[in-house]
């Protein structure tokens, strides 16, 4: 089991930045760890928006960040960073951090056994 704690969430004005970060605990296979970002707004389904695998080596996004959130892993911390930029109101949803051992290629949304609480994140116009 992986335990995860996201922090970083808050309110921002559209156009603003910030940094959400999840510190992972736990039994960790370090070098076949999936990571990822996903989000949920009111009456929408969880999505996807950034991972990370491979000892940091692999990323992927979603087409709606791309350019804009930058996901990073620092090992040494078993932590994950999430640099949200240019931030707008569609971004607005409580972001959860995921994890998942033994993996080896990106796994999807249903792939990933670990969850953390969720950090709200709200841009206004």
């Known amino acids: 089991q992986v335990q995860l704690v996201e922090s970083g969430g808050g309110s921002v004005q559209a156009g603003g930045s910030l940094r959400l970060s999840c510190a992972a605990s736990?039994?960790?296979?370090?070098?076949?760890?999936?990571m990822g970002w996903f989000r949920q707004a009111p009456g929408k389904e969880r999505e996807e928006v950034a991972g990370?695998?491979?000892?940091?080596?692999?990323?992927r996004y979603a087409d709606s960040v791309k350019g804009r959130f930058t996901i990073t892993q620092d090992n040494a911390k078993n932590t994950v960073y999430l640099q949200m930029n240019s931030l707008k109101p569609e971004d607005t949803a409580i972001y959860y951090c995921?994890?998942?051992?033994?993996?080896?290629?990106?796994?999807?949304?249903?792939?990933?056994?670990?969850w953390g609480q969720g950090t709200q994140v709200t841009v206004s116009s």
């Open positions: 995921a994890a998942v051992n033994y993996c080896y290629t990106w796994p999807g949304k249903s792939g990933f056994s670990n």
């Open positions: 990370i695998w491979s000892g940091g080596g692999a990323t």
């Open positions: 736990g039994y960790i296979t370090h070098h076949h760890l999936c």
